[in-house]
């Protein structure tokens, strides 16, 4: 039972996994440089990847949907009699149709988002002379 709101919380699921991966300045709608803009090539500086939805509050907006439908599952009001298969399906297809045009945005922009191979400030090769001062 309780398969439409299993569905429903799937579906935001989703829906914060797709904020988690997204910019907060979309390449897509920026088009002037005003703003602050994602390194474009090797030599640019580091700049990490500024989330649309932060980690903290997407942890937190899934622990209160999962709590909210937990909630739902004491009224039987909400155990609508469905035929799960098809919503099983339909979320299987949405997910891939939806993470398809997300990977095309990433590869369409030249961005990650996640913070891989940071550059790293390498210091001076140590000759083993003492100083003293």
């Not at 580091?46 to 004491?74: D, G, V």
């Not at 919503?87 to 297809?93: G, S």
């Amino acid at each position: 039972g309780f398969y439409i709101v299993a569905y429903a919380v799937g579906i935001y699921y989703l829906n914060l996994l797709l904020l988690f991966l997204t910019p907060s300045i979309d390449p897509a709608l920026e088009d002037d440089d005003d703003g602050p803009v994602l390194p474009s090539k090797s030599n640019d500086e580091f700049r990490p990847f500024m989330r649309r939805l932060p980690e903290f509050k997407c942890w937190h907006s899934a622990m209160k949907a999962t709590l909210i439908a937990i909630f739902c599952t004491f009224f039987e009001f909400f155990n609508v009699p469905v035929f799960w298969p098809i919503l099983v399906m339909y979320f299987i297809i949405l997910f891939f149709l939806t993470m398809k045009r997300q990977i095309m945005h990433m590869i369409k922009y030249k961005y990650i988002p996640f913070t891989v191979g940071k550059p790293r400030m390498a210091g001076k090769e140590d000759t083993g002379k003492v100083v003293v001062g």
